[in-house]
């Protein structure tokens, strides 16, 4: 099983920018999609974005508003997502999340992102 490991979260002022990093231990993403996904306190769970596995095929969310960018190093087995321009409504923790053969099913342990205003 691919474990997996989020960084780069932290509190940062609206308009600010923070690139988390997502690790793959134990095994490899492989050709596997990866997306992050976002809860905030009182709300559901909800997709960010996501890429797949060569990493020429993404996918944002209509809220990103062309703020966040997906990307992946498969040589390093890690994913990441730079956020600009954060907003206070961006506060959530960040997840991310391995697309197997059953689905969104491969979950990390997840990174607080806190924007203040």
């Known amino acids: 099983q691919v474990h997996l490991v989020e960084s780069g979260g932290g509190l940062v002022q609206a308009g600010g920018s923070l690139r988390l990093s997502c690790a793959a231990s134990g095994s490899s993403f492989g050709d596997s999609n990866v997306g992050w996904f976002r809860q905030a306190p009182g709300k559901e769970r909800e997709v960010v974005a996501t890429?797949?596995?060569?990493?020429?095929?993404?996918f944002y969310a209509a809220f990103v508003k062309e703020r966040f960018t997906i990307s992946r190093d498969n040589a390093r087995n890690t994913v990441y997502l730079q956020m600009n321009n954060l907003e206070v409504e961006d506060t959530a923790i960040y997840y991310c999340?391995?697309?197997?053969?059953?689905?969104?099913?491969?979950w990390g342990q997840g990174t607080q992102v806190t924007v203040s205003s």
């Open positions: 890429i797949s596995g060569s990493g020429s095929g993404t």
């Open positions: 999340v391995q697309r197997t053969g059953s689905g969104w099913n491969n």
